[in-house]
C-alpha cells in the first residue's frame, strides 16, 4: 500500500480534498486514477467512517485534534 502526504486547509470541502488526494496519488504514483474516490478516515476509537460530503471532512478534522493529522483510506472508482 502507498502512502502519500497531502497538507490542506481545515476549511476544505470534500470536492476539493478528493481532487487534491486524486492529484496527489496521480504524480507521486504515475499512475492513473478514477474517480469518484471513496474515502474514508480513521477516527479517534481506530474506526474507519466513510467520507461523502462536507461535513464529514470537518468531523475528520474535529476528531484529528489530538494527533494533528487525519489518516486517509483511499480507494479509486469504487462499485456500488
Do not use: W
Amino acid at each position: 500500500d502507498d502512502k502519500f502526504v497531502v497538507v490542506v486547509l481545515t476549511t476544505i470541502g470534500f470536492g476539493a480534498l478528493a481532487d487534491k488526494v486524486a492529484k496527489k496519488v496521480r504524480v507521486c504514483s504515475g499512475r492513473p486514477i478514477e474517480l469518484p474516490l471513496r474515502m474514508r478516515y480513521i477516527d479517534e476509537d481506530g474506526d474507519s467512517v466513510l467520507m461523502s460530503d462536507d461535513d464529514d471532512v470537518q468531523m475528520a478534522f474535529e476528531g484529528a485534534r489530538r494527533t494533528g493529522h487525519v489518516e486517509l483510506l483511499v480507494t479509486a472508482n469504487p462499485t456500488a
